[in-house]
């Protein structure tokens, strides 16, 4: 059967709608991607991209752009709470590229998003609608029929071989088409600036990334020098019950210990009142699809960043699900297929998170036990403990055609 011209329709255009649109694209489908908002927002700070999704994306004929707008970091400084001097720096740099092939590194999630973009829009084949007001999916026996609302009001409707929400946390696709659960709040909230290289303390390292642990709250830090800036999170805890989602850049409230730490004293100061909140929402259901409807990305298993897994899994889905959509005669059958192989993959990545948080958050004296672990593990104590997340090759998961590569999108 061709799949020359294949219409697959995608909601969200963020990073897991637009990396499925380029994998679909470059088999040959025509990919619709539905986007609520009017354009691309700068929304969020930075993104870890590690090799397990840097592979996916290179494949994808992006590894010039991404190199010319992301950082490779040396190492981690990891700062335990009240710490002077980093209690072990976790290597990265040459050491992850030549252990999975290919690079760790750090970007704006706007550049990501970005290059993405310019990627689609080289594709004559792919069609981000913007500010769509309203979109209703009806499976059928050969695929799904979609009824689309336009920016201007105008209607299309059309006949789809499936529909794929990449439409985040809150998706629609999963909750009303898929009658799965709303997403829960984890009890954490980010606190999110960039900060200008120049303003940044001097106590951090200026080409690695630095990890504060507190009791009860962490933050990380990396350098963003195609931009000038340096990303820094802060994680802390906010009851449910006082979850007002501030509109306004605000500062992080810390619940102080009996003697202030410096560097969490010297990453609030630099950040001012310039830091946005964002509830962290997790997802963790079995539901991922319907007869031709699917989910991928957050729509599918939103996370807690504890791993800096979230975007990269959604990568991952897609190099799994796009081979197998395009190789099957019905949608149905791909979308099991591929529910079974990722799955049990990202319920370890999320368990692993929720792991990280309570060891990033432990009180005194269990700080004492953790960190003599992670000192007797060395500098490369992640690369052994981390092969199976790091040098995962999804592609490979399933017996399925990728896409040719390179092809020429002019972005590489
Ligand atoms: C503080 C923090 C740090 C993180 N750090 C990392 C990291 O270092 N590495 C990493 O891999 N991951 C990280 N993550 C996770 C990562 O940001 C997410 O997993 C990733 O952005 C999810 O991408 P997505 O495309 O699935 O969803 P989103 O980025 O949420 O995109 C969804 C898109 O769908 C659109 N949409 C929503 N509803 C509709 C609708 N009804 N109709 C049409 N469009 C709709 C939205 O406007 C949006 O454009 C972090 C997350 C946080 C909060």
Same mark, same amino acid.
């Given at each position: ?19 499925? /649109? ?27 991209? &590690? ?45 992850? #590229? ?20 310019? /990627?689609?829009?080289?594709?004559? %084949? ?65 606190? #999110? ?8 303390? &001097? ?27 340096? %990303? ?33 004293? /010297? ?6 009142? %310039? ?77 692993? &998170? ?59």
């Amino acid at each position: 059967m061709s799949v020359d011209g294949r219409l697959i329709y995608v909601a969200g255009a963020g990073i897991a709608g637009m990396t499925l /649109a380029l994998a679909l694209a470059k088999f040959g489908a025509t990919v619709v991607v539905l986007e609520r908002n009017a354009s691309l927002q700068e929304a969020g700070a930075g993104l870890q991209v &590690s090799p397990n999704g840097r592979h996916i994306l290179n494949h994808l004929g992006l590894e010039r752009p991404l190199a010319a707008r992301s950082f490779e970091p040396e190492g981690i400084d990891i700062y335990p709470f009240g710490a002077r001097r980093p209690l072990v720096t976790l290597e990265l740099g040459q050491v992850m #590229r030549e252990r999975f092939g290919a690079a760790y590194s750090v970007m704006h999630r706007a550049d990501l998003a970005d290059v993405l973009h310019k /990627a689609c829009k080289r594709f004559a %084949n792919i069609d981000i609608l913007f500010g769509v007001r309203a979109y209703d999916v009806e499976p059928h026996a050969r695929g799904v029929a979609v009824l689309v609302e336009e920016a201007d009001g105008k209607t299309r409707s059309a006949n789809a071989f499936a529909f794929i929400g990449a439409d985040g946390v809150h998706s629609r696709t999963r909750t009303d088409l898929l009658g799965g659960p709303a997403a829960d709040y984890s009890g954490m909230a980010a606190w #999110r600036t960039t900060i200008d290289e120049g303003q940044f303390p &001097s106590l951090f390292s200026r080409n690695h990334t630095t990890v504060l642990w507190g009791p009860g709250y962490h933050a990380v830090t990396y350098p963003l020098p195609t931009r000038g800036e340096v %990303n820094a999170v802060l994680f802390t805890r906010v009851k449910a019950a006082d979850l007002v989602r501030e509109a306004r850049p605000t500062a992080p409230k810390l619940p102080w210990a009996l003697l202030p730490d410096r560097h969490f004293a /010297a990453l609030l100061a630099a950040g001012g009142r %310039n830091w946005t909140y964002w509830p962290a929402f997790t997802v963790e259901t079995p539901v991922w699809h319907k007869a031709g409807i699917g989910l991928i990305g957050d729509a599918a298993h939103a996370m807690l960043p504890f791993q800096a897994q979230g975007a990269m899994m959604a990568v991952e889905d897609v190099a799994v699900l796009a081979p197998l959509l395009m190789a099957a005669d019905d949608a149905a059958p791909a979308l099991a297929r591929y529910a079974d192989v990722r799955q049990p993959r990202v319920r370890k990545v999320q368990a692993i &998170s929720r792991s990280n948080g309570a060891a990033f958050h432990m009180e005194w004296p269990f700080t004492l036990g953790r960190d003599a672990v992670v000192k007797a593990q060395g500098p490369q104590g992640h690369l052994g403990r981390l092969d199976w997340l790091y040098g995962h090759d999804a592609a490979g998961s399933v017996d399925a055609p990728q896409p040719e590569k390179p092809l020429r999108t002019g972005v590489n």
